[in-house]
Protein backbone atom coordinates (compact mmCIF):
# COMPACT_ATOMS: atom_id res chain seq x y z
CA UNK A 1 0.00 0.00 0.00
CA UNK A 2 1.31 3.63 -0.82
CA UNK A 3 -0.21 6.73 1.61
CA UNK A 4 1.18 10.47 0.69
CA UNK A 5 0.03 13.53 1.30
CA UNK A 6 -0.92 15.43 -2.25
CA UNK A 7 0.73 18.64 -0.69
CA UNK A 8 3.67 16.18 -0.84
CA UNK A 9 3.65 15.96 -4.78
CA UNK A 10 5.32 18.39 -6.61
CA UNK A 11 2.52 20.89 -8.81
CA UNK A 12 3.23 21.28 -12.51
CA UNK A 13 2.62 23.92 -14.47
CA UNK A 14 0.51 23.10 -17.17
CA UNK A 15 1.71 23.58 -20.49
CA UNK A 16 -0.59 22.53 -23.03
CA UNK A 17 -1.80 24.83 -25.44
CA UNK A 18 -4.92 26.75 -23.97
CA UNK A 19 -3.87 26.11 -20.91
CA UNK A 20 -3.45 29.29 -18.41
CA UNK A 21 -2.96 29.46 -14.50
CA UNK A 22 -3.08 25.33 -14.08
CA UNK A 23 -0.86 23.37 -12.35
CA UNK A 24 -1.24 19.43 -12.28
CA UNK A 25 -0.20 16.64 -9.21
CA UNK A 26 -0.13 13.41 -10.55
CA UNK A 27 -1.39 12.14 -7.42
CA UNK A 28 -1.52 8.42 -8.46
CA UNK A 29 -0.51 7.10 -11.35
CA UNK A 30 2.90 5.90 -13.55
CA UNK A 31 5.12 5.89 -10.82
CA UNK A 32 2.81 3.79 -8.77
CA UNK A 33 2.17 1.72 -11.86
CA UNK A 34 -1.46 2.01 -11.40
CA UNK A 35 -2.93 -0.56 -13.83
CA UNK A 36 -6.14 1.26 -15.19
CA UNK A 37 -6.16 4.58 -14.03
CA UNK A 38 -4.16 7.39 -12.83
CA UNK A 39 -5.34 10.27 -10.57
CA UNK A 40 -4.20 13.96 -11.00
CA UNK A 41 -5.26 16.68 -9.00
CA UNK A 42 -5.54 20.27 -10.54
CA UNK A 43 -5.62 23.86 -9.08
CA UNK A 44 -6.57 26.93 -11.46
CA UNK A 45 -5.47 30.14 -10.46
CA UNK A 46 -8.19 32.90 -10.28
CA UNK A 47 -8.58 34.12 -14.05
CA UNK A 48 -6.64 30.63 -15.11
CA UNK A 49 -8.60 27.70 -17.17
CA UNK A 50 -8.23 24.34 -18.48
CA UNK A 51 -7.95 23.79 -22.45
CA UNK A 52 -11.03 24.15 -24.84
CA UNK A 53 -10.53 20.90 -25.98
CA UNK A 54 -12.04 16.75 -26.83
CA UNK A 55 -9.93 13.46 -26.66
CA UNK A 56 -9.99 9.94 -27.13
CA UNK A 57 -11.03 9.44 -23.46
CA UNK A 58 -13.03 10.06 -20.46
CA UNK A 59 -12.88 12.29 -17.46
CA UNK A 60 -14.25 11.51 -13.97
CA UNK A 61 -13.83 15.09 -11.92
CA UNK A 62 -14.48 15.73 -8.06
CA UNK A 63 -14.34 19.27 -7.15
CA UNK A 64 -12.21 19.84 -3.95
CA UNK A 65 -12.51 23.73 -3.43
CA UNK A 66 -13.27 27.11 -5.00
CA UNK A 67 -15.61 27.98 -7.21
CA UNK A 68 -15.49 27.21 -11.47
CA UNK A 69 -17.26 26.28 -14.02
CA UNK A 70 -17.63 23.98 -17.00
CA UNK A 71 -17.78 24.89 -21.06
CA UNK A 72 -19.86 22.13 -21.79
CA UNK A 73 -21.53 21.77 -25.67
CA UNK A 74 -24.88 22.84 -23.90
CA UNK A 75 -23.44 25.93 -22.21
CA UNK A 76 -21.93 26.77 -19.39
CA UNK A 77 -22.51 25.28 -15.59
CA UNK A 78 -21.85 26.32 -12.58
CA UNK A 79 -19.40 24.12 -10.33
CA UNK A 80 -18.87 23.61 -6.60
CA UNK A 81 -17.34 21.80 -4.36
CA UNK A 82 -18.31 18.06 -3.81
CA UNK A 83 -19.83 18.18 -7.55
CA UNK A 84 -18.61 14.90 -9.81
CA UNK A 85 -18.25 15.65 -13.37
CA UNK A 86 -18.64 12.78 -16.26
CA UNK A 87 -17.19 14.11 -19.56
CA UNK A 88 -17.66 11.36 -21.72
CA UNK A 89 -14.74 10.82 -24.41
CA UNK A 90 -14.80 13.38 -27.37
CA UNK A 91 -17.17 15.57 -25.71
CA UNK A 92 -15.39 19.34 -25.37
CA UNK A 93 -14.95 20.33 -22.52
CA UNK A 94 -13.32 23.28 -20.15
CA UNK A 95 -12.89 24.45 -16.83
CA UNK A 96 -12.63 27.67 -15.71
CA UNK A 97 -11.84 29.25 -12.05
CA UNK A 98 -15.11 31.98 -11.79
CA UNK A 99 -14.17 33.21 -7.91
CA UNK A 100 -11.36 34.61 -6.26
CA UNK A 101 -9.26 31.34 -4.69
CA UNK A 102 -8.14 28.19 -6.18
CA UNK A 103 -10.63 26.53 -7.82
CA UNK A 104 -9.24 22.75 -7.83
CA UNK A 105 -10.33 19.33 -8.40
CA UNK A 106 -9.28 15.72 -9.41
CA UNK A 107 -9.66 14.23 -12.19
CA UNK A 108 -9.01 10.91 -13.19
CA UNK A 109 -8.31 9.10 -16.57
CA UNK A 110 -7.54 5.95 -18.13
CA UNK A 111 -3.93 4.40 -17.18
CA UNK A 112 -3.01 4.79 -20.98
CA UNK A 113 -3.42 8.76 -21.25
CA UNK A 114 0.09 8.64 -19.01
CA UNK A 115 2.00 5.43 -20.21
CA UNK A 116 5.48 5.18 -20.83
CA UNK A 117 4.30 4.89 -24.79
CA UNK A 118 1.73 7.38 -24.42
CA UNK A 119 4.36 10.32 -25.30
CA UNK B 1 -21.21 15.69 -19.91
CA UNK B 2 -23.09 14.86 -16.44
CA UNK B 3 -22.94 17.16 -13.49
CA UNK B 4 -24.52 16.32 -10.41
CA UNK B 5 -23.96 17.12 -6.39
CA UNK B 6 -22.15 14.34 -4.25
CA UNK B 7 -25.10 14.89 -1.31
CA UNK B 8 -27.80 14.29 -3.84
CA UNK B 9 -26.63 10.68 -4.36
CA UNK B 10 -28.44 8.07 -2.20
CA UNK B 11 -26.12 6.58 0.53
CA UNK B 12 -26.35 3.17 0.39
CA UNK B 13 -25.37 0.63 3.67
CA UNK B 14 -22.95 -1.48 3.14
CA UNK B 15 -23.75 -4.84 3.79
CA UNK B 16 -20.74 -6.87 2.69
CA UNK B 17 -19.30 -9.11 5.28
CA UNK B 18 -17.10 -7.38 7.76
CA UNK B 19 -18.22 -3.95 7.15
CA UNK B 20 -19.90 -2.16 10.16
CA UNK B 21 -20.99 1.65 9.70
CA UNK B 22 -20.37 1.98 6.41
CA UNK B 23 -22.18 3.78 3.38
CA UNK B 24 -21.38 3.93 -0.47
CA UNK B 25 -22.50 6.29 -2.69
CA UNK B 26 -22.18 5.46 -6.59
CA UNK B 27 -21.17 8.83 -7.78
CA UNK B 28 -20.06 7.95 -11.19
CA UNK B 29 -20.60 4.41 -12.80
CA UNK B 30 -23.07 2.09 -14.56
CA UNK B 31 -25.58 4.37 -14.20
CA UNK B 32 -23.43 6.87 -16.31
CA UNK B 33 -22.27 4.14 -18.75
CA UNK B 34 -18.46 4.52 -17.16
CA UNK B 35 -16.00 3.01 -19.17
CA UNK B 36 -13.22 2.35 -17.45
CA UNK B 37 -13.44 2.65 -13.83
CA UNK B 38 -15.82 4.09 -11.06
CA UNK B 39 -16.02 6.90 -8.35
CA UNK B 40 -17.30 5.51 -4.98
CA UNK B 41 -17.94 7.68 -2.36
CA UNK B 42 -17.55 6.08 1.79
CA UNK B 43 -18.43 7.47 4.85
CA UNK B 44 -17.54 5.61 8.01
CA UNK B 45 -19.04 6.81 11.12
CA UNK B 46 -17.19 7.05 13.94
CA UNK B 47 -16.53 3.42 15.51
CA UNK B 48 -17.23 2.13 11.84
CA UNK B 49 -14.63 0.61 9.42
CA UNK B 50 -14.72 -1.44 6.21
CA UNK B 51 -13.90 -5.10 5.54
CA UNK B 52 -10.80 -6.23 5.88
CA UNK B 53 -10.02 -8.26 3.12
CA UNK B 54 -8.53 -8.16 -0.39
CA UNK B 55 -9.76 -8.58 -4.30
CA UNK B 56 -8.13 -9.11 -7.73
CA UNK B 57 -8.29 -5.18 -8.40
CA UNK B 58 -6.55 -2.11 -7.33
CA UNK B 59 -8.36 0.77 -5.27
CA UNK B 60 -7.69 4.75 -5.76
CA UNK B 61 -8.39 6.58 -2.91
CA UNK B 62 -8.57 9.96 -2.05
CA UNK B 63 -9.58 11.23 2.13
CA UNK B 64 -12.04 14.05 2.25
CA UNK B 65 -12.84 14.51 5.64
CA UNK B 66 -12.53 13.10 9.54
CA UNK B 67 -9.97 10.78 10.86
CA UNK B 68 -8.87 7.34 10.16
CA UNK B 69 -6.34 4.79 9.27
CA UNK B 70 -5.88 1.73 6.77
CA UNK B 71 -4.83 -1.84 7.91
CA UNK B 72 -1.91 -2.33 5.70
CA UNK B 73 0.15 -5.78 5.33
CA UNK B 74 2.83 -3.80 6.90
CA UNK B 75 0.71 -1.95 10.06
CA UNK B 76 -1.83 0.63 10.83
CA UNK B 77 -1.24 3.57 9.33
CA UNK B 78 -3.17 7.21 9.77
CA UNK B 79 -4.99 9.06 7.25
CA UNK B 80 -6.32 12.54 7.26
CA UNK B 81 -7.83 14.33 4.34
CA UNK B 82 -6.04 14.97 1.67
CA UNK B 83 -4.37 11.83 1.97
CA UNK B 84 -4.24 9.43 -1.05
CA UNK B 85 -3.60 5.90 -0.61
CA UNK B 86 -2.80 2.77 -3.48
CA UNK B 87 -3.86 -0.52 -3.08
CA UNK B 88 -2.40 -3.21 -5.30
CA UNK B 89 -4.64 -5.84 -6.19
CA UNK B 90 -4.68 -8.81 -4.04
CA UNK B 91 -3.30 -6.78 -0.84
CA UNK B 92 -5.09 -7.27 2.40
CA UNK B 93 -6.50 -3.89 3.52
CA UNK B 94 -9.00 -2.10 6.16
CA UNK B 95 -10.15 1.71 6.18
CA UNK B 96 -11.46 2.80 9.73
CA UNK B 97 -12.63 5.60 11.45
CA UNK B 98 -10.06 6.73 14.21
CA UNK B 99 -12.14 10.00 15.16
CA UNK B 100 -15.46 11.35 15.87
CA UNK B 101 -16.83 12.23 13.12
CA UNK B 102 -17.60 10.93 9.88
CA UNK B 103 -14.67 9.85 7.64
CA UNK B 104 -15.09 9.92 4.33
CA UNK B 105 -12.95 9.40 1.29
CA UNK B 106 -13.43 8.71 -2.60
CA UNK B 107 -12.68 4.90 -4.04
CA UNK B 108 -12.06 4.27 -7.25
CA UNK B 109 -11.93 1.16 -9.07
CA UNK B 110 -12.12 -1.24 -12.45
CA UNK B 111 -15.67 -0.46 -14.33
CA UNK B 112 -15.89 -4.23 -14.43
CA UNK B 113 -16.38 -4.85 -10.36
CA UNK B 114 -19.55 -2.78 -11.23
CA UNK B 115 -20.57 -4.08 -14.79
CA UNK B 116 -24.20 -5.61 -14.68
CA UNK B 117 -22.66 -9.23 -15.34
CA UNK B 118 -20.26 -8.69 -11.95
CA UNK B 119 -23.17 -9.85 -9.66
Known sequence: MIIKSSDAVPAKPVTMAGANRVTMRMLLGPLEQCP???????????????????????????????????LTPDGTKPLKPGDVVYVPANEMHQFRNSGAVNFEFICLVPARVHAPCAG
Not at 37 to 64: C, N, Q, S, W
Open 36 to 70: TFAMRKFTVEPGGFTPHHHHDYEHEVLILSGRGEA
